[in-house]
């Protein structure tokens, strides 16, 4: 197999490094997005609680309540921190998508193992024109990378170059 | 017969052995039977029950034989231009229709009943697309032998006019496809398993496990007849209750001898079930192993398709000197990746040897290796048993007083094996292929070919981020293998060495 590249010697220092590539970050509108999210995620529980309280106010619900607020307090402060963190880094080969604060992690996926790219908008994405890139490789679910909150049109350009780039390979 | 099959036209479409009815007769009875277990819990509560089945068994087992007739007859399978069409179906008529050159392996079994009936069922396998596996449950072995030959040799020609067709710097092989003839080359026996070999794997496994599963299936089981075994044990449980508290101790060891026994014989009557008459033979293209008592596997692995292989061994199996290795073929879309592995339980250790060697060319066992951190390994242990024993001490200590707190120093312990273990966890790589090792009482060996990767990730939490630590995955086909708590410096020269070494790689990696 491959023989001729297999035997090349490579320098270390000259191997492409995936710390020195500069990430680019998501919209900003992506954190009103998922501030609409988290409002709407949050409401549920907010009316459950809610509406019994006004009904039939009881001491247990004051502290489930106080219990909610620090939730939803830490969600709207984590969405910010966590917009930082969010990244993603085109090369001439991969790409690469950081995330995450408390768990960060960074994934890269070679173009030329790349089964098949997707896009997707649900109504919410709509509604701030953004959309999500989905990523798939070979043997099940688990290597899949999702990249949500992009520029729509960004996105499908996202999508046109990785494909070309997959295609090459195919 | 055999005439007929030399005469036999792959593009007509043929039915299966006409013997295929008592198959599928035999697959429809046990549905039947699985049903009216399903039932008796039912049964139990309403004695009509009974007399509807009595009078209901006969018609209904007619007609299940009946539709195993039509099931029969409406089954057939051919080859249609480049793809092999199979019609099934009694009630809902169904065509499914897979192209040759995307499948990716053929596998031929058979149970006890299709060997009684000298059948053996032909699966095919094909990647990438869900629930598009085929099974032809009912063929005589010489048409399916020819059926596996002529469907692999269509593969081969398809694939060879493909490349033929492409730019040849994508080829994937430099080395001409092996044909059909050659796949009948003698090959070197890996290992056979006689009897005595097998009972020597049988008292090695970690029977534990099997414990575990043991009671897991009984319980999983149990429950579902829970109601109907309490209304009939309901007079006894007072009694034994009442015993469970007198006997105290000599219950509990008598208990523990119990398991342990009952685990020891399970592991015996799986590894009979599973691995009887084992042979592994390394081919220059493949790996074909055969195994089983009563569901008999013949399996053959082209070597292209391997994604990882991982030994693993336990003290008692490393002192008969054996060791067991898994084979991790690339799976189709939303499979268990389990079905896809195939284990050979019992190598000795030149025979593993062979077998790096022969699937992974180059392959050696490397002398320098990069390490996990071993204290962040024994912080997380430490973490693991103050969750587990500050309670037990806390408990220990209010009904005891101040010896019940030496439980705590089982938190050392703990904390001291995870050092030890965090001590073996290991990873190096050169052009070709990553080692990944780990494990102490139980060690573990990966060997992946560098360019088999799909992605990588590097993960890290706020305090190992702090640490400058992270956890390095590597995603294949066939499921992904992590490296813990490894210098970040390291881990990035790692994810960037193999990132260049899959980039550059061209050619099929699946």
């Known amino acids: 197999m491959e023989e001729d590249w297999l035997n090349q010697e490579v320098n270390r220092t000259e191997l492409p490094l995936i710390e020195e590539v500069s990430f680019q970050k998501h919209p900003i509108r992506y954190m009103s997005y998922r501030r609409l999210i988290a409002v709407i995620f949050w409401s549920i529980p907010i009316l459950a609680l809610g509406i019994p309280a006004i009904i039939a106010p009881d001491i247990w619900m004051a502290y489930v309540g106080g219990v909610l607020v620090v939730f939803i307090a830490l969600t709207f402060i984590s969405i910010p921190i966590g917009y930082r963190k969010r990244s993603y880094a085109l090369r001439e080969r991969d790409l690469t998508y950081k995330k995450g604060w408390i768990f960060s992690t960074m994934i890269t996926i070679p173009f030329n193992r790349i089964q098949h790219t997707e896009i997707s908008r649900g109504p919410i994405e709509r509604k701030y024109e953004l959309s999500t890139l989905k990523i798939y490789t070979a043997g099940g679910s688990t290597s899949d990378l999702s990249i949500p909150g992009l520029e729509a049109e960004e996105a499908e350009q996202l999508k046109e170059f990785v494909a070309k780039k997959a295609a090459i390979y195919e | 017969m055999s005439e007929e099959i030399k005469e036999w036209d792959i593009h007509q479409p043929t039915r299966q052995s006409y013997l295929g009815v008592i198959v599928y007769m035999l697959r429809n009875f046990r549905a039947l039977i699985t049903l009216l277990i399903s039932f008796v819990a039912v049964a139990a509560a309403a004695p009509i029950f009974w007399t509807i089945v009595g009078i209901a068994i006969i018609p209904l087992m007619i007609l299940f034989a009946l539709l195993a007739y039509w099931q029969y007859r409406n089954f057939t399978f051919h080859v249609e231009g480049d793809n092999l069409i199979i019609h099934q179906g009694v009630l809902v008529k169904d065509r499914k229709s897979v192209p040759i050159d995307r499948i990716q392996s053929i596998q031929v079994t058979k149970n006890v009943i299709q060997r009684l009936l000298g059948l053996v069922a032909l699966k095919v396998d094909t990647a990438g697309s869900r629930g598009n596996e085929l099974e032809i449950p009912a063929l005589e072995r010489e ?48 290992v056979k398993l006689g009897l005595f070999d097998l009972l020597k794997v049988g008292l090695t496994e970690n029977h534990l496990k099997t414990g575990f599963i043991a009671i897991a299936f009984v319980f999983g089981y149990a429950s579902q007849y829970q109601e109907l075994l309490t209304e009939y044990l309901e007079g006894y449980v007072d009694t034994y209750a009442s015993q469970v508290a007198n006997a105290g101790i000599t219950l509990v060891i008598s208990m523990l001898i119990f398991y342990a026994l009952v685990s020891v014989v399970i592991s015996l009557v799986r590894t009979l079930l599973r691995f009887y008459d084992l042979k592994a033979v390394l081919k220059s293209e493949a790996v074909e192993i055969s195994t089983g008592l ?40 939303g499979e268990v990746a389990n079905k896809q592995a195939i284990e050979i339980p019992a190598l000795r250790l030149e025979s593993s040897d062979y077998l790096a060697n022969g699937v992974f060319p180059g392959a050696q066992k490397p002398e320098e290796y990069i390490q996990g951190d ?84 590097l993960s890290q939490n706020i305090i190992l981020k702090r640490r400058k630590l992270g956890h390095l995955t590597f995603y294949t086909a066939a499921g992904s293998k992590t490296v813990r708590f490894l210098k970040e410096s390291e881990a990035l020269n790692v994810y960037n060495s193999l990132l260049y070494a899959v980039e550059k790689h061209e050619g099929s990696w699946m």
Do not use: C
């Open chain 2, 143 to 190: 048409r399916a032998d020819a059926l596996r030959d002529l469907l692999y040799e269509k593969k081969e020609a398809l694939l060879d006019s493909q490349s033929a067709t492409n730019d040849p710097a994508e080829e994937e092989d430099s080395t001409p496809r092996p044909k059909v003839a050659q796949r009948e080359e003698e090959g070197r026996v890996l």
């Open chain 2, 374 to 457: 071993p204290w962040a390994y024994a912080r997380l242990y430490a973490i693991f048993g103050t969750i587990i024993f500050a309670p037990v001490a806390f408990l220990l200590f209010w009904h005891f007083s101040y010896p019940g707190i030496s439980a705590l120093l089982l938190i050392g312990l703990f904390a001291a094996y995870g050092y030890r273990y965090g001590k073996t966890v290991r990873i190096h790589f050169d052009e070709k292929y990553v080692y990944i090792l780990r494990g102490w009482l139980f060690p573990r060996r990966v060997v992946l070919p560098s360019f088999k990767a799909q992605s990588l990730q």
């Open chain 2, 294 to 333: 009563l569901q008999r596997n013949e399996s053959r692995i082209p070597k292209k398709k391997i994604q990882y292989i991982q030994w693993e061994t336990n003290p008692l199996r490393r002192s008969v000197g054996y060791e067991s290795a898994t084979i991790k073929t690339s799976n189709s879309m």
